[in-house]
């Protein structure tokens, strides 16, 4: 029996960095372009470049590429990182489908999509940091 393939990452199967970088780019451009994202736009302050760097850097590792983040921030502690934000279901849903049609716009295969969905929904829900 021939051995099994090597799995490739969701990092590799997306084309690395540039990869990263157009999904990372088109989610943040649609955020400032869509007003169904208003909400989510506004807990992001005036400048996106530093969330832009930072959603890249920690895509990379999190998708199984190199762990840039964490290199220079060491754990990402998401939840922490993240409490001095309002976070509720309206905010965690815009997210979502900001970064849901980002991934449909870049082209992401069906496969991968659908397996990337559910782990940003469980990691997206566990931020929520209020009700509602």
Do not use: K
């Amino acid at each position: 029996m021939p051995a099994d393939p090597v799995e490739t990452t969701p990092f590799e199967r997306l084309g690395g960095e540039p990869g990263v970088r157009a999904l990372v780019d088109r989610f943040y451009d649609l955020m400032e372009l869509e007003p169904r994202y208003a909400v989510l736009r506004g807990v992001h302050g005036n400048d996106l470049a530093q969330a832009r760097q930072r959603l890249f850097w920690f895509l990379c590792g999190w998708l199984g590429g190199p762990n840039h983040y964490i290199e220079r921030f060491g754990h990402p502690r998401l939840r922490a990182r993240h409490l001095p934000f309002s976070i509720g279901q309206v905010e965690r849903d815009q997210w979502l489908a900001c970064m849901y049609q980002a991934m449909q716009e870049c082209g992401v295969e069906p496969a991968l999509r659908e397996r990337l969905e559910v782990s940003l929904f469980d990691t997206a829900d566990w931020m929520r940091n209020r009700p509602g």
